[in-house]
């Protein structure tokens, strides 16, 4: 057992949150979207075709904004395929994930299902196959009020008033030597920065997020966000971070420190960002929009790569891909990946959890059976409610452990959030061998709100079984239970087992 050491002052305040932050990501990826959220003859399914237990659990997960169609996949897409008539929309070949598209679920579609979770559109654009005309069709046919060939044709499909869709990204990990359409970063940057300007003299009202890199370890991380962004600063409002973690040869330790990566990461880009800003003597801020972040064991123990078992003459409709059974230890590197995106509040004004449904996701189905919750559906259910308001910064004192990349690293790790009618604060331990029990000194923040607090809602998530998932066969195997938390002269309690995330709610 170790001593660890906080201190909760509302003056280290470091952004109000927006509430983007707890974004989702559905891509046309396997079992995702069809026998995923849309399986017409499930017991479950609406007059839509949408599973009902699935849109129950996605509005109990709690996200904001929806990224889509991808991914990958929307660098080969054409978006016209998924409007109209269903019966006369094509099959078409999808290269990314070596499967065939319906396009049963398009445009349209998709925003009825958005309506039943009550989450927003972010809608990605074909950088990769297509280019700046496409994506101006798209973004007239999903936002304008005009009367024009598109807008009348989305009314004809049923939609006479506008989508109003505010983020966009432009593209998709250009930068990835396996994207459709790859580009050096020059010349993406360029085609970004064209197409930026010309999407906002269609609609000055758009977000834009130019594509930065597909993880830190990409061999042109760092260049390539100087690039982009020297050519599209004055264009557009974010670049974008994507960043997968997983345990490699059984080193959980190691595993456990990838909070700290993905710090560095965020860290890293906003300086690029912000020198590319003092270099053209602006005082614009480019923020940063983590639409691709998870746990995913895209590296196999064989030396595969998950998402390429289709390599050969079968083009499957909806396969098994990237159907990741997720475990405690995993849940709680996961609840770290959900602090750090907090503690970067200031910057990260964007993150979209990849993804939602049966794709490296918190909801998994079984065609015609049940919907049930992984493992990482807690931290994340849990964190969306109850981080409101204003995120501040908790620095704790605690022991270290000497991390094989990132240096020493925190075996406790905080945030706090602070609304009009409580305090939340979200704590890890890292550690896989001692328990630790983190005391906060509560004064500053006592003082400032000129009133007791007191304990009023717990989570704890940790089981002696690191690796205990839950499954089909057991759907709840895994769960969250009360963690041992109170409040004593001015100071709040929280006993960390080894391995554990918890949450606590002072009101
Ligand atoms: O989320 C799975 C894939 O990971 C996405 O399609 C791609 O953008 C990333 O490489």
Redesign the pocket.
């Known amino acids: 057992m170790t001593d660890a050491a906080a201190r909760l002052d509302p003056h280290f305040e470091i952004a109000e949150i927006d509430r983007r932050l707890f974004g989702g ?1 559905v ?1 046309h ?1 396997g079992r995702h979207i069809y026998d995923g959220i849309f399986e017409p003859g499930h017991p479950s399914a609406d007059e839509d075709g949408f599973r009902t237990d699935v849109v129950e659990l996605v509005k109990e997960l709690g996200v904001s904004t929806i990224r889509y169609p ?4 929307v660098s080969g897409y054409r978006w016209e395929d998924g409007i109209g008539a269903r019966e006369e929309r094509p099959r078409r070949l999808d290269l ?2 070596h499967s065939t598209e319906t396009n049963e679920v398009g445009l349209h579609e998709f925003q009825a299902w958005l309506d039943r979770v009550g989450s927003d559109l972010m809608l990605a654009v074909n950088l990769g196959t297509r280019s700046t005309q496409e994506a101006l069709d798209l973004l007239e046919y999903a936002n304008s009020d005009a009367q024009t060939a598109w807008t009348d044709r989305r009314a004809a499909n049923g939609r006479p008033t506008p989508f109003g869709v505010t983020m966009w990204c432009l593209g ?2 250009m930068d ?1 030597p ?2 459709l359409g790859h580009l050096d970063a020059d010349d993406y940057g360029k085609l970004a920065a064209r197409t930026a300007k010309a999407m906002r003299m269609l609609d000055p009202g758009v977000e834009l997020v130019a594509c930065g890199s ?1 993880g830190r370890g990409m061999p042109t991380f760092g260049s390539w966000e100087r690039q982009v962004l020297e050519h599209t600063f004055d264009d557009v409002d974010f670049i974008s971070c ?1 960043s ?1 973690y997983q345990e490699h040869a059984g080193n959980a330790q190691e595993f456990l420190a990838s909070g700290v990566d993905m710090a560095k990461f965020i860290e890293e880009v906003v300086t690029i960002a912000d020198s590319v800003a003092a270099a053209k003597k602006s005082d614009k801020r480019i923020m940063v929009s983590f639409d ?1 972040w ?1 746990i ?1 064991y ?1 590296h196999k123990e064989d030396g595969t790569e998950s ?1 390429h078992e289709f390599k050969g003459g079968a083009w499957p409709v909806a396969p098994r891909l ?1 159907e990741d059974q997720y475990h405690a230890l995993d849940a709680v590197v996961f609840g770290d990946l959900l602090i750090t995106l907090l503690q970067h509040a200031d910057r990260v004004r964007s993150a979209s959890l ?2 939602l449904v049966n ?2 996701a918190p909801i998994m189905t079984e065609p015609g059976g049940p919907a049930w919750r992984q493992t990482t559906f807690f931290p994340f259910s849990i964190t969306s409610r109850l981080a409101q308001g204003r995120a501040v910064r908790v620095p704790v004192q605690a022991a270290t452990f000497a991390s094989e990349t990132l240096g020493d690293v925190a075996t406790v790790n905080a945030v706090a959030t602070i609304d009009d009618d409580g305090v939340s604060l979200f704590v890890v331990n890292r550690s896989t061998t001692d328990a630790a029990t983190l005391r906060v000194d509560l004064e500053p923040l006592l003082t400032a709100l000129g009133r007791e607090l007191e304990v009023v809602e717990t989570h704890l998530l940790h089981e002696e079984d690191l690796y205990a998932a839950n499954t089909l066969d057991d759907p709840e195997r895994v769960g969250v239970r009360r963690a041992e938390a109170s409040v004593d002269s001015s100071a709040l309690s929280i006993a960390l087992p080894a391995v554990s995330w918890a949450a606590v709610r002072l009101a």
């Open positions: 990501f891509e990826l991808g991914g990958n996949f990314a994930w998709n990990e990835g396996w994207q597909s994507h997968y691709e998870n995913w895209l998402g990237l990849a993804q794709v490296i």
